[in-house]
């Protein structure tokens, strides 16, 4: 078989497989769930393994004591979130009369300062751009939800996705040896190098991201509360978590924490505590945090990562979000492997090179 028969070969069948993975996206979650939990945990499961604990032994006690950790802190933190959003519910009509009150105002004098043409090319601008981009927000949300939640429910998802990902943790080396297995022969030390580079990008974006957003979360809730902020926890949970996506959650924890301080607080000085908390904590994760779990040379932009997430989740709703990352990464792999491949041809090099 020529070289260009087997490319086309495989280009079809990744065709078919994403073909494959659009169909079925509704009914992929429990599975790409349950994967996504196994490939984080494998390396816990290798590490009893390396002790002489049998395999099955190992992913059954890892597993178990994810779910079990889980468990714990939903049972902590859903009766103080609860708290708060009926807080929130209460107040409510309290801080939409203080934005009335305080708000529009200013934003009035504001406007009379302008010059008329100004103002009116700020509003059409205003409302051009606030309709796009709460329309993509909205496009978006509405295709993760109904591409996931509303096809399985809560229930099925976690009665799947344990079951899923403890199969795939058991198996997870006799799986990559049969894949290993199905490698074009004069290709596969190559596709192995690639894939190895992949992991490493992968494991440490994901991992190393994952445990930014826990410490994030937490400081950002314990720091919030103590500043007397109301719901400050849930502001601090939201924002750690959403620290996934480089930038927003700390944009989003900012602009919802001193927002609500400016309408809680008479006292300037209470506010700045608030901004100087969130301003710390950036500090933190850009020079600490990021460079020590994260590092620099996992290959993955901020902004191809954002990419990849809406792009995700416009197209394959939340099973898209949790495949982005992973295909950012090969992708971003790939790109690196075709440029090094293109520096050292004659496509760069000029045919002088080819004698």
Not at 128 to 147: F, H, P, Q, W
Not at 217 to 226: D, H
Not at 303 to 324: C, E, K, P, Y
């Amino acid at each position: 078989m020529t070289e260009s028969k087997q490319i086309r070969f495989w280009l079809i069948g990744l065709g078919l497989f994403v073909l494959a993975l659009w169909l079925l996206a509704d009914m992929m979650l429990p599975f790409v769930a349950g994967l996504a939990i196994a490939y984080l945990l494998d390396p816990l499961v290798d590490r009893l393994e390396a002790v002489r604990l049998p395999r099955w032994l190992g992913t059954t006690l890892v597993l178990l004591s994810f779910l079990l950790g889980l468990v714990l802190v939903s049972l902590l933190l859903l009766p103080l979130v609860q708290g708060q959003v009926s807080h929130l519910l209460e107040v409510l009509p309290t801080y939409a009369a203080l934005v009335k009150e305080r708000l529009i105002p200013a934003l009035d004098r504001l406007i009379h300062r302008l010059p008329a043409d100004d103002v009116e090319r700020l509003r059409a601008a205003a409302g051009t751009y606030a309709g796009e981009v709460a329309g993509m927000v909205g496009r978006v949300v509405s295709r993760i939800l109904s591409g996931g939640m509303a096809v399985f429910d809560i229930v099925t998802l976690l009665f799947i996705t344990p079951i899923v990902a403890f199969y795939m943790m058991r198996d997870w080396d006799l799986m990559v040896a049969k894949v290993d297995s199905w490698l074009p022969r004069q290709h596969a030390e190559t596709i192995r190098e690639q894939a190895r580079e992949v992991n490493v990008t992968l494991s440490g974006f994901v991992r190393g991201q994952a445990l930014v957003c826990v410490v994030l979360g937490v400081f950002y809730a314990l720091a919030l509360s103590l500043a007397g902020l109301d719901f400050g926890l849930v502001i601090g949970l939201l924002a750690g978590l959403l620290s996934f996506i480089p930038y927003v959650g700390s944009l989003f924890g900012f602009v919802a924490s001193t927002g609500l301080a400016l309408l809680q607080f008479d006292e300037f000085w209470r506010v700045g505590i608030v901004i100087g908390i969130f301003l710390f904590g950036q500090a933190v994760e850009g020079n600490v945090l990021t460079p020590k779990l994260v590092g620099d040379k996992v290959g993955l932009h901020a902004v191809w990562v954002m990419f990849a997430l809406l792009a995700g989740g416009s197209l394959f709703g939340f099973v898209g979000v949790l495949l982005a990352v992973p295909v950012a990464a090969v992708i971003g792999v790939l790109t690196r492997f075709a440029l090094r491949q293109y520096l050292s041809s004659p496509y760069y090099r000029g045919t002088d090179a080819e004698r």
